[in-house]
């Protein structure tokens, strides 16, 4: 299996914050890929960094062997990187379907004249994007939620709502941000199933989560940051009983 | 349209002869209203018509894509002094108005990306500061283009301006049909109400569609947009040029009914009483848009009628200038609507599409 995406010292700083240090890492096609660290880690600049919220100011990124040159975020997102925020941002007085159906605009081309017209292809484009919307709320196990407003859903339908919708792009990498955030047991348990099955349906997964326990037990590799420096790269055995990791987590003078 | 229709009126049946009705409700409306209360009342309906093209091209902007315009009214006066300088004496060209009028659209919809391509990083406040300004700015151009060449006549304004002329027939003289006699301000009436059904058509089309849907997900989160894959720079700048094209087809129509323009009916109240209309209204919600269109056009001419009338029948003679009362009554009228229908007066009906209707798994949803 190839590479899917590398990342090349790619470095970020805010003001005299350097958020990101020199980040080189690369994720295989079909593997789940975990990025940990303490709060202020830099994992979401990262995140930001690569799907072009900030243009990083050294670095580079390569997606499936091409420099992935284009900056704004709608070309990451046509290139095939979709992500989800670690707060929610959905479309809130839109329904379930329609956000979802706002996932397929990247994939589909009726303009204005195609729209006011309404000719035969357009009508068929439009009939596509509702049926593939409606697959996707059903595969992440909300479609009987599928005409209730986005605010309306509860919070954990409103995670899977949000990976409904980035996979609507057809996205070759899912960058999940923090998805089981203010889950329970129950719920981080089904987003486990769900993010399991996306594996298995050949989509690679790129996770930040603070959840330790579904960290280790998903994914093939894992990454920490520390104030923005990478500080372990291994399988997550390993990582756990890293030295540094430790230190990282519980604090250095404690040794 | 997503309006929370009963049942009954989602029949096919019923939707055809309510359009049916509503035909000829259209067509009878003028020998009602000018035959009732006069001519000059349908001269009130029809600026009432344009109101509702410009409402519901501002709506695109406001409503749909969430980017406050002040500035509006720039492109109602870019499609008037379109028309007035193709068809007048001012260079006497009289070009038909079957040519100018697409043209104004064409022309304002593209001042529409002029404004928004240097605005497209700004929201909220600070996007209606600089539209406010783009606004004043054509305004005074209008004003001050008499010199040193010619071109707006300044602040006297055009006047002379061709009368819209269908088959050689011009609309600024009455008409004989079937031995009736229909005057000018009734034959404006039928053009204004195609061309604002073409104009509801349009909007209602784009509002359920790709583009539509990623006008509203800017609105709603222009982060999460981008992410999705919108691009939201051109699709901001599809929704001010469509905007200010439904801004200039009006302000051509404008131009070609009073026969006359200048600067002064382009100042910023204007653009804040479109402005009213679409948030009076329901931002967003197309009847609603509408609705806030004719209330506002009509309301302060009733107001005028109406406040001498009124002191007349509670006090027995005029107290308080019926001018300045009138505004004063269209103020609290405002107010009170923002009050109590902060949404609107009819703002968009919780978006249950037909499907929810129908009864699909209603035992899950909260």
Known sequence: ?255 | MRMNLPAFARDPRFSWVGMVLVAVALVALPFVVGGGFGNSWMRVVDSALLYIMLSLGLNIVVGFAGLLDLGYIAFYAVGAYLYALLASPQFGLHLPFWVILPLGAAVAGMFGVILGAPTLRLRGDYLAIVTLGFGEIVRIFLNNLDAPVNVTNGPQGIAQIDPVRIGGAALSKSQQWFGLTVPSVYLYYYLFVVLTLLVIFVTVRLEDSRIGRAWVAIREDEVAAKACGIDTRNIKLLAFAMGASFGGLSGGLFAGFQQFVSPESFSLLESIMVLCMVVLGGMGHIPGVILGGVLLAVLPEVLRSGAGIWQRALFGKILIDPESLRMLLFGLALIAVMLYRPAGLWPEARRRREMAAAGEAPGKRA
């Open chain 1, 1 to 255: 299996m190839g590479v899917l995406l590398r990342a090349q010292g790619v470095s970020k700083s805010f003001g005299g914050v350097q958020a990101l240090r020199e980040i080189s890492l690369s994720i295989d096609q079909g593997e789940i890929y975990g990025l940990i660290g303490p709060n202020g880690a830099g994992k979401t600049t990262f995140f930001n960094a690569l799907t072009g919220l900030y243009s990083c100011d050294r670095g580079e990124f390569e997606f499936d062997g091409k420099p992935l040159k284009v900056r704004a975020p709608h070309e990451v997102a046509r290139a095939g990187i979709a992500r989800t925020f670690q707060n929610i941002r959905l479309f809130a007085n839109m329904t379930a379907l329609e956000n979802v159906m706002v996932g397929r605009h990247l994939r589909t081309r009726a303009g204005v004249i195609g729209a006011v017209l309404r000719d035969r292809a357009t009508r068929a484009e439009e009939q596509a994007i509702e049926v593939r919307a409606r697959e996707l709320l059903d595969y992440v196990g909300i479609a009987g939620r599928a005409n209730d407003l986005a605010r309306h859903l509860a919070y954990g339908d409103q995670r899977r709502l949000e990976i409904a919708r980035a996979l609507a792009t057809e996205p070759r990498l899912l960058a999940l941000d923090e998805p089981a955030a203010g889950m329970n047991a129950t719920e981080t348990a089904s987003l486990r199933d769900l993010i399991e099955a996306l594996r298995r349906d050949g989509i690679t997964i790129l996770l930040i989560e603070h959840d330790v326990r579904l960290v280790m037990g998903l994914c093939d590799r894992v990454a920490v940051l520390d104030y923005g420096e990478k500080i372990a790269e291994d399988v997550p055995e390993k990582v756990q009983k890293d030295a540094k990791v430790i230190e990282a987590y519980l604090g250095g003078s404690l040794a």
